[in-house]
């Protein structure tokens, strides 16, 4: 290997052409890695997203819960 970790399209496109075996696996070109780190960037923000709209979501509840226990312990004037 001569230290190269992608390959330019006119390359790509070549191999593409002329190999049909699928274990014969090319280098990728650089827009396939950048929309490889574009999708992984993607699941990354999701679950994220994910992970804040639950612990939202459970803070609410538990707010909820602390609120109305100490509604019951506070005498009310």
Do not use: V
Request: net charge negative; glycine share 2%; hydrophobic share 30%.
């Amino acid at each position: 290997s001569n230290g190269k970790h992608f390959i330019t399209n006119e390359e790509a496109e070549k191999w593409d052409k002329e190999h049909h075996d699928p274990k014969e696996a090319r280098l990728p070109t650089l827009a396939e890695i950048e929309e490889e780190i574009e999708k992984i960037a993607e699941r990354q923000e999701y679950e994220a997203q994910k992970e804040y709209t639950f612990k939202a979501h459970f803070w609410s509840i538990y707010e909820e819960k602390i609120g109305l226990i100490l509604q019951e312990h506070i005498p009310q004037k």
